[in-house]
């Protein structure tokens, strides 16, 4: 998979704001050019290009102590919304996904070599979720909906959890809940990712998603398996509860954190979101 992923990058262009923040004007030129060059052979009409231009400094590299700055105090407030949302939904895909075969057998007597047949319906929400609700996060607005999707996915668990503890749904149903709540988790979860690429300036984004990825999963992707792997040998439909509680209320706590402290980037530059470190002067 990672040779297909480094193969089809040979198709794609650098990003234009790169090349030019690293002093390649000519190459991002030509770049944006052809874009524009191939809409117009497919027919679009291109609108003329408004805004205040930008003065940049071309940099080839931004020293870690300005990336600290950045990430601590400059948006200190994104920084927290983004960790947030990412251990929130680490720990709610870690946990569920990656014991949901304990489940099946354990509980619902599964057999093994079945387990994979129920793991589709879970797939096939994973893969809907982030196709059908993409669009509105542009329609809407990111703070809706990143809100509405880890709210309504945290719903979604403590009910389908607490239907499990009460031994009401039979392994069917129960597939056909968590593909369910998969489908707003996925979406949620893909949001999380998009907040932290588009929130935080140019020259930090690939580092920002690295570093946010990298202690959302620690502290929610470790300790969601651990927990819910201890909770489910009890053999106790009450304990898991506990957990599904669990991952239910991080999901809600990451929803209210984005409805107050979000940011409403839909249809806006990433310059007007984030303000490139290189930029000189004011606009």
Not at 151 to 166: D, E, M, N, P, R
Request: glycine share 10%; charged share 15%.
């Amino acid at each position: 998979m990672g040779l297909l992923v480094l193969l089809m990058r040979l198709w794609l262009p650098e990003s234009p704001r790169w090349l030019l923040i690293h002093g390649q004007a000519e190459q991002a030129k030509q770049i944006v050019e052809q874009i524009e060059a191939d809409l117009q052979r497919q027919g679009h009409v291109l609108p003329a290009v408004s805004g205040t231009p930008l003065r940049l400094h071309a940099r080839d590299h931004t020293p870690l102590g300005e990336v600290a700055r950045t990430l601590l105090v400059t948006f200190r407030q994104r920084s927290l919304v983004g960790l947030t949302l990412l251990t929130a939904q680490a720990f709610f895909y870690n946990a569920i996904f990656f014991t949901y075969a304990l489940v099946l057998t354990d509980f619902y007597g599964v057999p093994a070599e079945r387990v994979g047949w129920y793991v589709l319906p879970l797939a096939l929400g994973n893969f809907c979720g982030p196709l059908l609700l993409g669009r509105l996060f542009d329609v809407v607005g990111r703070r809706v909906m990143i809100s509405l999707t880890y709210g309504v996915s945290g719903v979604l668990l403590a009910i389908s959890g607490y239907l499990f503890q009460q031994g009401l749904l039979d392994v069917t149903q129960q597939a056909i809940a968590w593909m369910v709540i998969f489908f707003f988790a996925s979406a949620a979860a893909s949001s999380a990712y998009l907040t932290v690429a588009e929130t935080f300036p140019l020259e930090i984004r690939a580092l920002a998603i690295a570093v946010f990825y990298a202690f959302g999963t620690g502290l929610g992707g470790m300790i969601g398996p651990t927990l819910f792997g201890e909770l489910i040998e009890t053999g106790e439909r009450s304990n898991v509860l506990i957990g599904y509680l669990i991952g239910a209320g991080l999901m809600l706590l990451a929803a209210v954190v984005q409805s107050i402290w979000g940011t409403a980037a839909e249809r806006k530059s990433l310059e007007d979101v984030a303000r490139p470190l290189s930029q000189a002067g004011d606009r």
